[in-house]
């Protein structure tokens, strides 16, 4: 298997709703990330998770919550969102947070709008 | 600080044409640099690396250190390269290390 899977693949949430977004790869990846999309600007950083331990925060507001169960799965917890939060999501996995030269696999996204 | 420039936010070119998208960086330290492609309705895909100096569905990238940039070359233009392209920058910075991407190029190969 050499994809990395998110579901949903479109969430509509209200600001007082709780939701979470789910990333599951099976390559043996020991490093996972999360990127935020919006519409027609370049991906960029989250957080990183490297062997299922947070390694960088990129200053996202606590409203974002990650959490990596273990090495195949992450997840983002939505809680008080906000209209600007509406975005795609996009997940990753690499071999290792630190080697430049690992690729890194990107998931299909998940498509968010908060009301 | 580390920066990635693609100064083109869209191309259009003929098929058969040669076409270059321009990659520009600012960084301090070695660059490792990538382009990432992004077909309609996929995923964002890694399409070459410098440091595999391979040539990938015909595009091909050289890293020039002088010039500080990475620019991605094809020589004939094929309908399906249409695409959203990325640049982007491994760089480490505040004890961190991560991907910086460029705005993107939207290329157009029309027929």
């Known amino acids: 298997d050499t994809e990395v899977t998110q579901t949903p693949k479109h969430l509509v949430m209200g600001m007082t709703n709780k939701k979470s977004l789910k990333c599951e790869q099976h390559?043996?990846?020991?490093?996972m990330y999360w990127y935020k999309q919006k519409a027609k600007k370049p991906p960029e950083l989250m957080f990183v998770?490297?062997?299922?331990?947070?390694?960088i925060n990129e200053s996202v507001p606590s409203r974002f919550s990650p959490e990596c169960p273990n090495s195949s799965l992450l997840n983002l917890h939505l809680h008080a969102l906000q209209p600007e939060d509406s975005a795609l999501y996009l997940c990753?996995?690499?071999?290792?947070?630190?080697?430049?030269?690992?690729?890194?696999?990107f998931g299909p996204g998940t498509r968010l709008t908060v009301l | 600080a580390q920066r990635v420039t693609q100064p083109e936010k869209l191309l259009s070119v003929f098929k058969g044409a040669p076409v270059e998208l321009k990659c520009n960086y600012s960084?301090?330290?070695?660059?490792?640099l990538f382009w990432y492609v992004q077909y309609s309705r996929q995923r964002l895909q890694l399409l070459l690396r410098?440091?595999s100096r391979e040539s990938i569905k015909g595009f091909t990238a050289d890293l020039n250190k002088g010039e500080t940039s990475f620019h991605l070359k094809k020589p004939f233009a094929q309908e399906e390269d249409s695409a959203m392209y990325y640049c982007?920058?491994?760089?480490?910075?505040?004890?961190?290390?991560?991907?910086?991407f460029g705005k993107g190029t939207k290329l157009t190969v029309n027929p």
């Open positions: 990753a996995s690499s071999q290792d947070a630190a080697l430049a030269s690992d690729t890194q696999y």
């Open positions: 390559m043996g990846h020991r490093a």
């Open positions: 998770y490297s062997y299922e331990k947070l390694s």
């Open positions: 960084y301090s330290g070695s660059p490792e």
């Open positions: 410098h440091i």
């Open positions: 982007a920058l491994w760089a480490e910075g505040g004890g961190s290390e991560k991907l910086v």
